[in-house]
C-alpha cells in the first residue's frame, strides 16, 4: 500500500486562480509555466479537475497518488496500480483538454521497493518530476532511479516531524548528488513552521524544481492550523517571492526557451543555446534613422533596427521576437500640386532586409505604397510587398528553421470624406504565397456624428485564412528516451475569423461625456493533411515535410495517433473554436479645467474549445453562454497650475 499524504496543497501555483488572465499570458511569456495541484479539487474526480483545470486555462497539472478518477474508471485512483490501457487513456483525456500531465505528488515509500514501480509509472505517463518525500535510507537508491528513467525528484517540505522541513535539511541530504534532485517549495509550509519564506527560496536556489504557491491567513487562537486562503490577501510576502525567484538558474532558463527568445533552437546552437547555468539575460535593442523628412518633393530615409538575443523588455512594453538585425531603405515622391482629379499623390519605395545574429538572411522584401487624395477628399492607400529568402525561426515552437516560399503581400485602404457627418471606409490585406497559402481579411465600416454631441461608428471584420504548413504540435514516440528525438507535426489549416467593433460616444456638456466599446468575436479552424517536418529549410515544397499515411493516423477520444506499438506518437486535435465578447463603459467628468474623473466598467467573456463549429450564427449563441468577467475601476487626476 501507498501512504498518501493529505495535508493542505492546494495549487503548484495557487495565486493565479485569483488573478485574471491577462497575468497568466504575463507569466507565460516570462518563462513561469503555471499549473494546478490536483489536490485543490480533491472534493471532485480526477476527470473533473481537468475539466476545472482547462477553464482556469491552465495547461499543467500534478495529480496527487489517490485521486479518484470517475467517469468510466469510477472509484480507480492515480497510483502506480493503474494497468497500462487506463494509464493510455488518462493521458489521452488530459491531452485532449490541452493539459499535461507533469508530475505526482506528494508521494512517501511505504517501503524502498515501491520506488522502481512509482518511476516505472511515472516513466509511462511521461511525468517530467515525481515530488516527494523520500525516507533518508532510500537516498541512493532514488538518486540511481532518477538517473536511468531521466525523471527529477522534488522533495516537499511538509511540517515537523517530516525531514525536510526546512531547507537546511534538503541541501544536507542531497549534498554532493545529481543536480535532477532538488525541491517542491511549499511556501505556506515554510511560514506555519516559522520561517521566512523569502530566505528559504534564497537558501535553495539552484535546487528549485517546483513551487506549491500558496498564501495562509494569520495564526488564530484556538486554532490548530493556519489555513490557506486567496493569494496576496494573507501573510506571505508574495511580491518579494516572485522578485527574488525572477533571477533564479530555473526562471532565466525558462525565459532563454520562452517564445522571445527560443535558445533551443537548432539554427542557434553555434552561437546561442540553453546555459541551465545563467542566473541573468543581458541585452540591447534600439533604432536609428537618418534621412529628410518634410514638404519636399523628394524624402528618404535609411534605418537600422536591431534586438539582440538577450534584450527582455520584462513586462515594460510588447516585445514579440529578439535576434534580429534590420535594415531598411526608403525614398518618397510627394505630388503636392493638383494634379487632374487628385489633391495629392505620394508614391513610397522601400526595401528592407533582415539577419539574426549568426549571420542568417531570414527576410527580403521590396515594397511600393500609393497614397493620394481626390478632389472631393476621398482617400487612398494601397501597398504592394513581395518577399522573398523567408525562413522562420518561430514556426516550429523552437524546432528547426522553416523555409516559406515567396509571396505578395497586398494592403489596400479607401476612405470617403473625413470632415463629412458619415464616413464610409473599407480595408483589406491579403497574403499570397507562390505555395498555396493565402490569407484574406476585409473591414468595411461606417462612423457617423450627429452634431457635436454624438459619435458612432461599427466595422465588420472578415478574414479567411488557408495554411499548408501550419504547426499542430511537438510529439514523442510513447517509449521515448531523453535521446530520442522530438517530432513536429503540421497540417493543412482552413480558418475563418469574424469580428463586429462598435464605438459610441455621447458628449452630454463639454465636461461629461460617455464612451461605449463593443467587440464580439469569433475563430474557427478545421486541420487535416497532418505531415511531419523534414528538410524545413529545402527550396523545394516537398521536400520540407513527409506526409503521414492516413493508414498510419488513428483518432480517438480527441486525440491522433501516428503508429502503432511503443513507437506511437500521440496530439491533440488541433480543431478549434474561440469565441470572445469585450467591453468596456467609461464615463468621464472633467471636474475642474484639466483635472479628470473617470468611472469604468469592463465586461468579458471569453472561451476555445477543442473542435470545430462552422459559421457565426452557432458561435455567436455559444459566445453570450459563457461566463462573464467584470471590472470596476475608478481613475482620478488633478491638474497642479504652478
Known amino acids: 500500500m501507498i501512504r498518501h499524504i493529505y495535508k493542505i496543497m492546494i495549487a503548484i501555483v495557487c495565486c493565479l486562480l485569483a488573478i485574471p488572465t491577462e497575468a497568466q499570458t504575463k507569466a507565460e511569456k516570462n518563462g513561469w509555466r503555471l499549473g494546478m495541484q490536483s489536490y485543490s479539487f480533491h472534493l471532485f474526480p480526477l476527470t473533473e479537475a481537468l475539466d476545472k483545470t482547462q477553464e482556469l486555462g491552465l495547461k499543467y497539472i500534478e495529480i496527487y497518488p489517490g485521486h479518484k478518477l470517475g467517469g468510466k474508471w469510477g472509484d480507480k485512483v492515480f497510483d502506480f496500480n493503474l494497468d497500462a490501457q487506463t494509464q493510455k487513456e488518462i493521458k489521452e483525456l488530459a491531452a485532449s483538454k490541452g493539459i499535461k500531465i507533469v508530475g505526482t505528488g506528494v508521494y512517501v515509500a511505504e517501503k524502498s521497493s515501491d520506488w522502481e514501480k512509482m518511476f516505472k509509472f511515472a516513466k509511462a505517463m511521461d511525468l517530467e518530476f515525481i515530488t516527494c518525500e523520500p525516507a533518508l535510507s532510500d537516498w541512493d537508491l532514488v538518486e540511481k532511479l532518477s538517473k536511468q528513467y531521466n525523471i527529477k525528484i522534488s522533495v516537499h517540505n511538509h511540517p515537523q516531524p517530516s525531514d525536510y522541513w526546512k531547507p537546511e535539511n534538503l541541501l544536507k541530504a542531497i549534498s554532493g548528488r545529481s543536480q535532477s534532485l532538488g525541491s517542491c517549495s511549499d511556501v505556506g509550509h515554510w511560514r506555519r513552521e516559522g520561517l521566512n519564506q523569502i530566505d528559504c527560496l534564497k537558501q535553495l536556489k539552484g535546487r528549485i524544481i517546483s513551487l506549491h504557491f500558496k498564501d495562509i491567513a494569520p495564526k488564530k487562537a484556538g486554532e490548530n492550523e493556519q489555513h490557506d486562503v486567496i493569494w496576496g490577501t494573507g501573510i506571505l510576502d508574495v511580491k518579494g517571492m516572485l522578485s527574488s525567484l525572477h533571477g533564479s538558474a530555473g526562471a532565466i532558463t525558462a525565459l532563454q526557451n520562452s517564445v522571445a527568445h527560443y535558445y533551443q533552437r537548432a539554427s542557434s546552437a553555434d552561437y546561442l543555446g540553453v546555459d541551465p547555468t545563467r542566473r541573468s539575460l543581458t541585452g540591447t535593442g534600439g533604432y536609428v534613422k537618418v534621412g529628410r523628412k518634410g514638404n519636399a518633393k523628394w524624402n528618404f530615409s535609411e534605418t537600422f533596427t536591431w534586438s539582440s538575443p538577450g534584450f527582455d523588455l520584462n513586462d515594460m512594453g510588447y516585445m514579440k521576437e529578439t535576434d534580429y538585425l534590420m535594415n531598411e531603405t526608403e525614398i518618397m515622391y510627394r505630388q503636392t500640386d493638383i494634379w487632374k482629379i487628385f489633391r495629392y499623390n505620394a508614391f513610397t519605395l522601400s526595401q528592407k532586409n533582415m539577419w539574426n545574429y549568426g549571420g542568417t538572411p531570414f527576410s527580403n522584401n521590396a515594397s511600393l505604397r500609393w497614397q493620394s487624395m481626390t478632389m472631393n477628399r476621398y482617400e487612398w492607400d494601397v501597398k504592394e510587398t513581395f518577399a522573398w529568402n523567408w525562413l522562420d525561426s518561430r514556426l516550429l515552437r523552437g524546432g528547426p528553421d522553416v523555409r516559406f ?152 477520444d480527441g486525440v491522433y495517433t501516428i503508429g502503432e506499438g511503443a513507437g506511437q506518437m500521440p496530439f491533440r486535435n488541433p480543431d478549434f473554436r474561440f469565441n470572445e465578447f469585450r467591453s468596456n463603459l467609461v464615463a468621464r467628468w472633467e471636474y475642474l479645467p484639466g483635472s479628470t474623473l473617470y468611472f469604468v466598467w469592463e465586461h468579458r467573456m471569453s472561451n476555445r474549445d477543442n473542435w470545430y463549429s462552422s459559421g457565426w450564427g452557432s458561435n455567436l449563441d455559444r459566445m453570450w453562454g459563457l461566463p462573464a468577467t467584470n471590472t470596476f475601476m475608478i481613475k482620478m487626476n488633478y491638474w497642479f497650475n504652478l
Open 405 to 556: 516560399g515567396s509571396y505578395f503581400l497586398t494592403s489596400a485602404k479607401f476612405n470617403t470624406d473625413k470632415a463629412k457627418r458619415m464616413m464610409f471606409m473599407l480595408k483589406y490585406e491579403g497574403d499570397h504565397n507562390f505555395e498555396g497559402n493565402r490569407f484574406n481579411t476585409i473591414s468595411p465600416s461606417l462612423t457617423f456624428r450627429l452634431g457635436n454631441h454624438v459619435y458612432l461608428s461599427g466595422q465588420l471584420d472578415y478574414a479567411w485564412n488557408t495554411d499548408e504548413m501550419q504547426y499542430v504540435a511537438t510529439t514523442s514516440p510513447l517509449s521515448s528516451s531523453s535521446l530520442t528525438p522530438y517530432y513536429y507535426v503540421m497540417g493543412h489549416m482552413d480558418q475563418k475569423t469574424y469580428g463586429l467593433t462598435l464605438k459610441l460616444q455621447v458628449n452630454v456638456t463639454p465636461d461629461i461625456s460617455i464612451q461605449f466599446y463593443g467587440a464580439p468575436f469569433t475563430s474557427i479552424a478545421k486541420y487535416d493533411d497532418f505531415k511531419l517536418a523534414a528538410d524545413t529549410k529545402s527550396h523545394t515544397f516537398e521536400n520540407r515535410f513527409q506526409r503521414i499515411d492516413p493508414d498510419h493516423l488513428t483518432y480517438a
